[in-house]
């Protein structure tokens, strides 16, 4: 067994067809009942495995709701969709994988292709070429979707 | 399973349906598949005995065997004839599957978790 599933969260934007809330309304409420779902703390979490798809409507929403919950000095933010593209369906179910094997392995890498973080970004994801180790063996995989759709996984791997 | 409730129940077939004139605007480019989940979702709402649902503690469940088949089609078909820089935007965003749920949330104002099913 690689991990288990230690909180879930679900929430709606209720705001445009494609693009997100600007804030991460959403994603917000989605995180909140994530964590309280896994009655736990951010500064637990060691990686946010972030929907991430490099567009600045996404980034600068789920970078704003993520901002209000943890500091990026404590968690590392990453996305895999610079390594992997945008797989749609198939997103949530690789990324939850991406991130059990991270924090298995106790390391992250940065994110593929991202270079120049948006200085709008109120937190820096890692870039590509750094790596971080992670203090806990716990992270959040989350998704985004078309619709307004947010989903939060908070994930523990195992010892 | 325990409290689970059936308050309202709303049924509607595609064959002679039309959107009502409140939502004709918002679902001008709406496929069937979410002008039918919209309009039974607001019938439902309206019917439902428990009125003024909180927004973030109302979520949305679909369950559909095809979902938006025909706009996959459709997309499809125009990836196939116009290549993939032509696809419509809209055509494409409608062919999700939660594409209906997130049209429900956005109409009806509701901030809850939203699940579609397909088998």
């Known amino acids: ?159 | 399973m325990k409290g689970v409730t059936v308050t309202a129940a709303c049924s509607l077939l595609l064959e002679g349906f039309e959107a009502p004139e409140s939502l004709g605007q918002q679902l001008r480019r709406a496929d069937d598949f979410i002008s039918l989940a919209v309009v039974c979702s607001q019938m439902v709402l309206k019917n439902s005995p428990a009125k003024n649902l909180p927004a973030d503690q109302t979520g949305i469940f679909i369950g559909t065997a095809y979902g938006p088949l025909e706009t996959n089609f459709s997309s499809l078909a125009s990836l196939i004839d116009d290549g993939e820089g032509q696809i419509s935007p809209t055509l494409f965003s409608h062919s999700v599957y939660n594409a209906a749920a997130g049209y429900v949330a956005r109409l009806l104002d509701i901030h809850g978790p939203a699940l579609t099913i397909t088998t």
């Not at chain 1, 964590?35 to 929907?51: E, S, W, Y």
């Not at chain 1, 991406?98 to 392995?105: D, N, P, V």
């Not at chain 1, 970004?121 to 078309?146: D, K």
């Open chain 1, 1 to 159: 067994m690689q991990g288990i599933v230690k909180g879930y969260g679900g929430a709606s934007d209720a705001w445009h067809p494609t693009a997100p809330h600007p804030q991460g309304r959403g994603l917000k409420k989605a995180l909140e009942i994530a964590m309280r779902d896994a009655a736990m703390t951010p500064d637990q979490i060691a990686l946010v495995n972030a929907h991430g798809t490099g567009t600045k409507a996404n980034d600068i929403a789920e970078t704003t709701a993520l901002a209000e919950f943890l500091s990026d000095e404590q968690t590392s933010i990453v996305s895999t969709k610079g390594a992997t593209g945008h797989t749609l369906g198939a997103a949530g179910g690789l990324e939850a994988i991406f991130t059990l094997k991270a924090l298995r392995q106790g390391v992250t890498g940065g994110t593929i292709g991202c270079c120049c973080p948006d200085d709008a970004f109120p937190v820096r994801p890692l870039c590509q070429g750094e790596t971080r180790e992670l203090h806990s063996r716990y992270g959040i995989s989350q998704s985004m979707a078309f619709g307004g759709g947010n989903a939060v996984l908070v994930l523990e791997t195992m010892p």
